[in-house]
């Protein structure tokens, strides 16, 4: 167990709807990230916090996607008028620092 | 652009063989590597790092190689065992300064199984 929680695990939703996911790190991690994994693939880099900073995004985040971290500690990811294409896990991940990134379950998202 | 990747997808092992998983990468900025493993429906879990300055780390039962001229990651799994049956990912990212620190590259992954 890492400490680091998600919530929801699963979350099945229609194509069109709001899905906000939250993670949970430790309270030393500063550092915050959130991936994407699609089957058989190796999880894709979204964005990342230092604190409640955020310092990059990928291009893979379009406009239907916000990321937040309002006191440093928890983090949460929307997507709007999620796309069948939207469905994956997300992985949230802590660190102190950038060495030793640990993640957390995942939230796996189906769109219907 | 900059990718990791791995030699095999899969390796299939009897119980207490030694197992080596391969990992290529081509980002010649990468200082520091890192390899998961995760098993089905869970999050990928840290196994062991290692930094550009060694060429080798040691933990329990696993090894992790690095070969910078030829750009080669390796994972040594000693008495493999059939709970280190997972997909393991080799990870990669520079550490000096710019917009991608920290954020970490993954490769395919390597389906470990290990038989009874």
């Known amino acids: 167990d890492t400490g680091v929680s998600q919530d929801p695990r699963h979350k099945i939703t229609k194509r069109g709807q709001n899905v906000t996911f939250r993670c949970d790190p430790i309270?030393?991690?500063?550092?915050l990230y959130w991936y994407r994994q699609t089957l058989g693939q190796g999880p894709e880099f979204l964005t990342y916090?230092?604190?409640?900073?955020?310092?990059?995004k990928s291009r893979l985040l379009s406009d239907r996607f916000s990321a937040e971290r309002p006191k440093g500690s928890f983090s949460t990811l929307e997507i709007q008028r999620t796309e069948q294409g939207d469905s994956a896990m997300y992985l949230c991940a802590g660190s102190r620092g950038s060495y030793e990134q640990y993640f957390g379950p995942g939230t796996r998202l189906t769109v219907t | 652009g900059e990718s990791v990747g791995l030699h095999l997808p899969t390796l299939s092992v009897q119980e207490g063989d030694n197992s080596i998983i391969n990992c290529a990468y081509s980002?010649?900025?990468?200082?520091?590597f890192i390899w998961y493993k995760q098993e089905s429906g869970k999050g990928p879990q840290f196994i062991i790092d290692?930094?550009?300055?060694?060429d080798k780390r040691q933990g329990q039962r696993v090894t992790v190689l690095l070969n910078k001229t030829v750009k080669h990651l390796s994972l040594q799994i000693a008495a493999t065992q059939p709970g280190d049956s997972a997909v393991y990912f080799c990870?990669?990212?520079?550490?000096?300064?710019?917009?991608?620190?920290?954020?970490?590259?993954f490769g395919q992954g390597t389906i470990l199984t290990v038989h009874p």
């Open positions: 990870a990669e990212t520079p550490l000096a300064g710019g917009t991608s620190y920290g954020k970490l590259t």
């Open positions: 916090f230092q604190n409640e900073a955020q310092l990059e």
């Open positions: 309270s030393e991690h500063n550092r």
């Open positions: 290692i930094r550009s300055n060694m």
């Open positions: 980002n010649s900025a990468s200082d520091y």
